[in-house]
């Protein structure tokens, strides 16, 4: 509510400051009967920006995740260009903005062939900020879950406008050339935050892939979810971690702006003077006369009208437009289910649902990119990743009945509940193809695999841990990636040990204060310690558990229930986990060795797969073939990042190569998706 409010009575106070300036001079000089042509700009401005904001919020409901990041930047290249503009125009103005807009009234009221002057003016310098707050107030209310959002933005244009009517009676007197110095300035930062989001967002969108390494982080210190980072980041466009390209943009543009800001300017001797011969008193109002000169009174109330219902049309189409999804989603099928992520917790947080397919729509209101799971016990049963602040992704699963539970956001987050009761038509879960008998062989060699590979990972934790007690910071940085490879075979199983990969390789995206959360334990936190503080210090405590962790992740794998469908899923996620890592976001980005961690995860996904390959081999032949050929392709893409002793430093690969990789990867996991389908091993 708070970030509506500020941008809508930022916005416009701009406008009603001009408004009420325009409006002042009529009433002074005697044309009072000149204001409905005014107020005809003004409500067409509004009816246009209302409109351009109903399209927007249309087009951007159809695009998907990277075009709707392109989307934003786009926009944000606009709103950058409008903000510069206008601001260098008030430098223009700041010293006789009054001598200035009287001079232009004057020649618009004296040329009666362009007998709607006055409603152009009103209509740009409403218009101007109409446009600009429908720019910023569709990624303000992407982010509002509740109609808090509209409520400010409406409280603040009702103060915006009491400040132009204060001026308009006389009540409000300011230094209105200082007063625009100092807005000038502080819309000059804004333009900074909005330019460096913008290079964000084409980040995201996959357009730019140029520096991004993170320059610092204040995550720990002023985190975007706290009130005052989410202010920040709604006035200023505030980056709690930003990159080398993000800062260097915001840099360069404020230095360059400012500079051309405060630049001393020679003030313009081409103003025309106010108008106040003749020519003025031509234009003043005989006596009985109920409208302006040259002007058909009747037309002009028609005009009104025209333009008030035009506004209200508009206002009800962007209304429409912002709901309209939601609606349609809901009344097209019962079993189609939108839930929103906010900062704390999901809404709704209970939810129940008719046992048989159901699409949910998930849609992030929080400031971090988060994943959404449904999960059974501690094992996930789907889930999709990183889904982007103020954006959605569908998930559709096939659930029999029962209780499950749902994240929402933080790990630290309480988790939703899912209720799935029997559907009245008896609708369920089909059975397998084929049997679960056919795959025993495969499930108890796969069990015998992953004891195998946790016995290497207690080996290794262990060998790391003793490092580090001993204070030998070298060799522990030597012994972390094998810990961390031991780990990435067992990656498909990380669904059904939720709980314990948490607390083992949980990154620190996932919690409130990120490094700083005492709660961000595990690998990642060595990794932390070891490589980007270059430090043992708290280090004993967190090997300590690892250890403990580690063992119990033996005990639970002795007592894991292991089925096909499992196995090729939690390969699916894990695959995905890499092909969707935006640069900078890799899991082993202090380290550096997310391509050796990523070649351990695509070996235990493929020893999977290879398992129980001979049981599907029959099913579909062709669908095998093709999915050997893409695990053959991407492990091809891998050995050209090999060197002597290893895979490169993952900072080392250029963005087309990084770009290829992922895409192989994608490729790969879509077709075991395909496999999943065909088979109905997860329906």
């Known amino acids: 509510m708070l970030v509506p409010f500020l941008i809508m009575f930022r916005e416009g106070v701009e406008a009603a400051l001009i408004v009420g300036i325009i409006a002042s001079y009529l009433k002074q000089t005697g044309r009072g009967a000149f204001m409905p042509i005014v107020w005809i700009g003004i409500c067409l401005a509004i009816a246009v920006s209302l409109a351009v904001g109903a399209g927007l919020q249309i087009i951007s409901a159809e695009f998907p995740q990277k075009a709707q990041e392109l989307f934003e930047a786009v926009i944000g290249f606009v709103a950058v260009s409008v903000l510069t503009s206008m601001v260098f125009w008030m ?17 618009a009221l004296t040329n009666r062939s362009n007998g709607y002057g006055l409603a152009a003016m009103a209509f740009l310098a409403v218009a101007r900020e109409g446009l600009e707050s429908v ?49 000038g300035l502080f819309i000059l930062v804004v333009a900074a935050g909005i330019l460096a989001n913008a290079v964000k967002a084409l980040h995201e969108a996959g357009v730019w892939n140029h520096f991004q390494h993170v320059v610092f982080d204040l995550s720990g210190i002023l985190p975007l979810d706290s009130p005052l980072g989410s202010v920040l980041s709604g006035i200023l466009g505030y980056i709690e971690a930003p990159t080398v390209s993000e800062a260097t943009v915001y840099g360069v543009y404020l230095a360059v702006a400012l500079l051309m800001f405060l630049m001393p300017h020679k003030p313009s001797h081409s103003a025309k003077t106010p108008a106040t011969g003749p020519a003025a008193e031509t234009m003043s109002e005989p006596a009985g006369h109920t409208g302006p000169i040259g002007f058909d009174p009747v037309r002009i109330r028609l005009g009104i009208a025209a333009s008030l219902a035009l506004m209200l049309l508009s206002g009800a189409s962007f209304y429409y437009a912002s709901n309209a999804g939601s609606a349609s989603h809901r009344s097209a099928n019962e079993q189609n289910i939108t839930v929103t992520i906010a900062s704390k917790a999901c809404d709704p947080n209970e939810i129940t649902i008719p046992a048989g397919q159901t699409t949910f729509r998930i849609v992030n209101a929080s400031d971090r990119a988060v994943e959404w799971e449904i999960l059974d016990g501690v094992m996930v049963l789907e889930e999709r990743e990183n889904i982007a ?10 659930l029999e009945p029962g209780n499950y539970q749902i994240t929402c956001g933080l790990l630290s987050n309480p988790h939703g509940t899912l209720h799935v009761i029997p559907s009245a038509n008896g ?69 059904p040990i939720s709980d314990l990969d948490s607390a083992i390789d949980a990154r620190a995206d996932f919690f409130e204060n990120r490094e700083q959360d005492p709660h961000f334990t595990g690998l990642h936190r060595i990794e932390y310690g070891l490589f980007h503080q270059n430090s043992l210090d708290g280090l004993g405590a967190v090997a300590d558990q ?72 029959k099913a579909d032949p062709v669908l095998i073939r093709q999915i050997d050929a893409d695990f053959s392709a991407v492990h091809s893409a891998l050995d050209t990042h090999k060197a002597a002793n290893g895979y490169v430093a993952d900072i080392t690969l250029s963005d087309t190569q990084r770009a290829k990789l992922q895409q192989q990867t994608a490729a790969l996991s879509s077709e075991l998706g395909k496999l999943l389908d065909s088979l109905r091993l997860s329906k």
């Open 389 to 398: 602040p103020g954006f959605s992704q569908t998930l559709t699963a096939r």
């Open 91 to 107: 430098r223009k103005a700041a010293r006789s903005i009054k001598t200035e807009l009287r001079s232009s009234i004057d020649a």
């Open 427 to 495: 609708a369920s879960q089909p059975k397998h193809q084929p049997t679960l008998k056919d795959y025993i062989g495969a499930m108890a060699e796969y069990k015998v695999y992953l004891a195998g590979e946790a016995d290497s990972f207690i080996e290794a934790v262990g060998s790391l841990a003793d490092a580090i007690h001993a204070g030998h910071l070298d060799e522990a940085k030597s012994l972390y990636e094998p810990a961390r490879i031991a780990y990435a075979h067992l990656s498909p199983i990380a669904g």
């Open 135 to 183: 720019f910023f107030l569709m990624a303000a209310f992407q982010q509002s879950g509740s109609g808090y959002g509209p409520l400010g933005a409406l409280l603040g244009i009702v103060l915006a406008a009491a400040v132009g009517y204060g001026i308009y009676i006389g009540g409000i007197k300011l230094n209105l050339g200082r007063f625009f110095r100092w807005t």
């Open 546 to 617: 690892l250890k403990t962790n580690a063992t119990a992740l033996e005990e639970r794998i002795h007592d894991l229930r292991i089925n096909p469908e499992r196995m090729i899923a939690g390969s699916i996620s894990a695959l995905d986990r890499f092909s969707t890592a935006a640069k900078g976001q890799e899991e082993d980005r202090y380290a550096h060795i997310s391509l050796a961690t990523f070649n351990a995860t695509l070996v235990g996904s493929e020893h999977a797969y290879d398992l129980i390959k001979p049981v599907i081999m």
